[in-house]
Each structure stands twice: as structure tokens, then as C-alpha cells.
């Protein structure tokens, strides 16, 4: 199963699971989908946090060999499917804090900045945009999420240089909140969580959907409008996945 879901304190932990890399694909996408629908359902959760499974990975974004494999047609899909999931975590009602305890690459990075807290642990991880060295393409939409979160020269920085961030790094960079040691990053990203979920929560729905709800939909239409209009899937056929390969 890609995603596996706990609970501790009225917190669900979400623990994606996708060997070797918990990178996306479809299926986990439905799952997690099908976990969201779950926690908002329920009261007795009042927030949540999602983590890698066990690895040297929290998540390396999308699984580029499962998307060299698709069609076209399936290709424009998968990434309709993938920015709508994004936007639904960046307006959902309840807390969301990431335990990143490995690497997050990519698109995983931008799922990432879609939550309400990050923390990261100290040791062993990095955060990169390495897109110009996979020779992929972002969506403007998606760059203008992470620019509302890191802001417009730090994500310059990141996407062309495709720089490899350490904790101390990503945190001056703000692309983290906060850095625990390995062990305690999934209990501290819990106490967080259960901090932001003892507020009252149809007030912190209300404020995060004042907040984010014009930008989130601006920019799904921003990605929707770029996978319609603009995207080549011809570049799936020639990404160089060495990068990877390289991390720590």
C-alpha cells in the first residue's frame, strides 16, 4: 500500500510508502486522496502529518519512470490529477505539517510548501528543485506556489540552479520551519500539528481558506491552462535521472 495512515493525540500520520523512492504515481495519488477524504470527515482528527516511510527518502516527487511509460494523453492526465491533489493540500481545512525525514525533490519539495508547518530532520536530507538538470519543465502555476512560500529570488536560485539544500540551508531559505534530529521529527511534526488542531476549526479553515483560496485557485488554472496549452510531453522521453543518483 503507498500510503499507510495512524493516529496519535487526534493526529493522523500519513506515511507514504511507494518503494524505493515513495515517489507519485496514480495510484498513490487515489490513496491519498481517499486519505484526506477520511481525516476531513472526521471530527476526532483535528490534524494531520505526512512523512516518508522508512528510507532515504521522504519522497522524490513524481516517478519520472513511471511517466516515460505513459502516453500522451495519459501523461496530460496524470499531471491534471497531480496539481489538483497539490491544490487541495495547500486549502485543506486541517492542519497539515510534514515530517520530511529523507530527501524531497522536485515536486515532492512543492507538495511540501503546500502544507501549514514543515520540519526537517538535521541529518542526511536535502531539499532540490532539480528540474534544469532532469530537463523537465515546471508549470508557472507551480512556481507561483513556491514563490508565495520562499519568495520570488529564493526560487530563482533554486530552480536554476538546481542547488542541493541541507537542513541549515533549507531552513535560512524557508523552505522548512524548523529542524529536529532524525529520531524525533514525526513526534515533533505531531506536537505542531496538535497545536494548530487545538484551535477552533471552522475558524482555521475559514482564515486558511481567506488566505490561500484566491491563490491556489489562480494557480491550478495557471497549471490546468500550461498541461492544455504549453506542455511538450516529448521532454519525458530524454530526462536524465543521474541527479538522483548523486544525493547523499
Not at 527518502?57 to 502516453?71: P, T
Not at 497539515?96 to 512543492?110: D, E, F, Q, T
Not at 532532469?134 to 529564493?154: D, F, H, N, Q, W
Not at 529542524?179 to 505531531?190: E, G
Amino acid at each position: 500500500m503507498p500510503i499507510h495512515m495512524d493516529t496519535r493525540n487526534e493526529v493522523a500520520i500519513l506515511a507514504m510508502d511507494n518503494s524505493p523512492e515513495n515517489a507519485f504515481t496514480s495510484d498513490m495519488i487515489q490513496q491519498f486522496n481517499a486519505a484526506l477524504d477520511r481525516i476531513e470527515a472526521d471530527d476526532k482528527i483535528r490534524g494531520m502529518v505526512v512523512t516518508g516511510a522508512d528510507g532515504q527518502f521522504f519522497s522524490s516527487g513524481m516517478d519520472l519512470q513511471y511517466v516515460m511509460k505513459l502516453e500522451a494523453k495519459a501523461i496530460k492526465i496524470f499531471f491534471k490529477t497531480l496539481f489538483t491533489f497539490f491544490h487541495r493540500t495547500f486549502v485543506f481545512p486541517k492542519p497539515m505539517v510534514g515530517a520530511i525525514n529523507g530527501h524531497v525533490v522536485a515536486s515532492a519539495l512543492a507538495f511540501s510548501m503546500c502544507m501549514d508547518y514543515r520540519v526537517m530532520q538535521k541529518e542526511k536530507a536535502v531539499c532540490t528543485f532539480p528540474e534544469i538538470d532532469v530537463s523537465i519543465t515546471p508549470p508557472s502555476g507551480c512556481l507561483a506556489m513556491v514563490k508565495y512560500v520562499i519568495g520570488e529570488r529564493m526560487t530563482d536560485l533554486a530552480f536554476l540552479s538546481g542547488r542541493k539544500f541541507d537542513g541549515a540551508a533549507a531552513l535560512a531559505a524557508g523552505m522548512v520551519d524548523e529542524l529536529a534530529k532524525s529520531r524525533s521529527v514525526i513526534d515533533r511534526a505531531v506536537e505542531v500539528s496538535a497545536e494548530l488542531g487545538a484551535k477552533k476549526p471552522h475558524l482555521f479553515a475559514e482564515y486558511k481558506k481567506r488566505f490561500r483560496g484566491e491563490t491556489a485557485d489562480r494557480m491550478l488554472a495557471e497549471d490546468m491552462r500550461y498541461i492544455d496549452k504549453e506542455m511538450d510531453v516529448t521532454m519525458f522521453q530524454n530526462c536524465d535521472l543521474s541527479c538522483l543518483r548523486s544525493l547523499p
